[in-house]
T-cell receptor, first 111, second 115 residues
């Protein structure tokens, strides 16, 4: 599975949009981009995934560049409860595909 | 999303004893389950993958005789840490995937402390 690169930490003001970047320059054509987050001392929570097209759900939007070498997770109106470590992971969507976690981005939402 | 539970949520045991952690998918059938370990201030590390009714596949560097994994049914997987030592103290998290290739859900984790 391709590796990803994320900033170690980011701050965001409450109520503003949080834009979390992820670089996956070695992504293969059949690999999807997944985003998870982990609030302190809890199990990771699924946020969103995509292959080529931009995706949006009730939690976030995922913007994938045309060459698929990077993506951005957007939390449109960050709240204090969005403070967490956000992981960007790429993997093949097959039965044996594994989620391999990198270091992630520690997002701090401040009042 | 689907619910994955773990039991116990925390456990303290003496060095040399064994500890069993249960992972259950509550509202879906988990064809594949994964076990992760997380040390403080670090990311999750995949330990092993198990398919129902099959032997687990361990990641490189994970001792299969020390971390026994059983996935006997489509809703239950267990991780047994045998002859635990203080360095095994960690946060153990299970994850379950159903028949879809995308959906993978995580349990709340089990905090193991070995004294």
């Amino acid at each position: 599975d391709a590796k990803t690169t994320q900033p170690t930490s980011m701050d965001c003001a409450e109520g503003r949009a949080a834009n979390l970047p992820c670089n996956h320059s070695t992504i293969s054509g059949n690999e999807y981009v997944y985003w998870y987050r982990q609030i302190h001392s809890q199990g990771p929570q699924y946020i969103i995934h995509g292959l080529k097209n931009n995706e949006t759900n009730e939690m976030a939007s995922l913007i994938i560049t045309e060459d698929r070498k990077s993506s951005t997770l957007i939390l449109p109106h960050a709240t204090l409860r969005d403070t967490a470590v956000y992981y960007c992971i790429v993997r093949v969507a097959v039965q044996g595909g594994k989620l391999i976690f990198g270091q992630g981005t520690e997002l701090s939402v401040k009042p | 999303g689907a619910v994955v539970s773990q039991h116990p949520s925390w456990v303290i045991c003496k060095s040399g004893t064994s500890v069993k952690i249960e992972c259950r998918s509550l509202d879906f059938q988990a064809t594949t389950m994964f076990w992760y370990r997380q040390f403080p201030k670090q990311s999750l590390m995949l330990m092993a993958t198990s398919n129902e009714g099959s032997k687990a596949t361990y990641e490189q560097g994970v001792e299969k005789d020390k971390f026994l994994i059983n996935h006997a049914s489509l809703t239950l997987s267990t991780l047994t840490v045998t002859s635990a030592h203080p360095e095994d103290s960690s946060f153990y998290i299970c994850s379950a995937r159903g028949t879809g290739f995308h959906e993978q859900y995580f349990g709340p984790g089990t905090r193991l402390t070995v004294t």
